[in-house]
Nanobody, 129 residues
């Protein structure tokens, strides 16, 4: 059974940093694309960063590019999202996701979220002004 468990959310000030972690289990990690998605109040869930463990490609939404960094530690079964220079508009519920269908990070980001197979439970990130 595939499981994803996020941690590391919380409260930060504008300009501050947080690191989200996602412990993954139940699948061969080099065969998946993983990603971080977020859902702000009154908005749909959107892809903000993805990483293909198959070809090494990455994807960043323009709203987080140059501020957020996605990475993986395969030996520890961990996926990370380092979030720097946080802004109030980054406030949202953040989800870790994984799927074995895609080859590239961009492909996962372009896919409707309802078709992605595996999700974590989500962690709240709140950035104060």
């Amino acid at each position: 059974e595939v499981q994803l468990v996020e941690s590391g959310g919380g409260l930060a000030q504008t300009g501050g940093s947080l690191r989200l972690s996602c412990l993954v289990s139940g699948f061969p990690s080099d065969q998946y694309v993983v990603g971080w998605f977020r859902q702000a109040k009154y908005r749909g869930r959107e892809a903000i960063s993805c990483l293909s463990l198959r070809d090494g490609s990455t994807y960043y939404d323009r709203s987080v590019k140059d501020r957020f960094t996605i990475s993986a530690d395969i030996a520890k079964n961990m996926i990370y999202l380092q979030m720097d220079n946080l802004k109030p508009e980054d406030t949202a519920l953040y989800f870790c996701a994984a799927d074995g269908v895609y080859l590239t990070a961009k492909a996962m980001a372009a896919t409707p979220v309802g078709t992605i197979d595996h999700w974590g439970q989500g962690v709240q990130v709140t950035v104060s002004a």
